[in-house]
C-alpha cells in the first residue's frame, strides 16, 4: 500500500467497490442513497489510506468504513423523508423464486440495522466471521450469537419452497 498515492487508491478501489456497494445497498435498500454512502465511505478511505495497515486484508477495513456511513445515513432525520425506490418495488415477478426473494427482502428489513449488518456481511458477501466481528465491532462470540438470533428470527418470515431446499 506504500506512499499512498492517488493511483495506488484507484487500483485499491477497484476490488473494494464492488463489495462496498452491495453492503451499502443490503443496508439502506435505495440504490442513491448507497451510492451516496459508498462516495463517503471512499472519501474517508482515501483520507486514511496512508495509515492501511499492510498486514491485515483491506477488504474489512474498507467495509467497516462503508457500514459507519451507511450508520449515519439510517441515523439522520432524512432517512426517514426519502422513499424506497418505488421502481424496484413496482417491479413484478410471480415467479416463486422472486416471491421468496421478496419474502427474504422484507424479513431482512425488518431486523434492526445492525442484525442486518451481519447477516449480509457474512451470508450475501460471503466474508468470514472473523471478518464480520472485526466491520461490526464485536467480539467473535457476540457475532455467533447476534448471527444465530437473527437467522432464526429470519425463518418464520421467509416461506420455502420444498423442491429448492
Known sequence: MGSG???EFEIWLRDMAGPGYRLAF??????ALAEDALQEATIKAWRHFHRLDRDRPPLPWFLTIVANCCRTHWRSRWRSVVPLDDALRDQKDDSAAAVQREDLRQALLRLNQEDRLIVVLHFYLDL???EVAEIAGMKLGTLKTRLYRAV???RPDVRYDDGLL
Open 128 to 130: 468470514p466471521l472473523a
Open 152 to 154: 432464526r428470527s429470519l
Open 26 to 31: 443490503a443496508m439502506l435498500q435505495d440504490r
Open 5 to 7: 498515492s492517488l493511483a
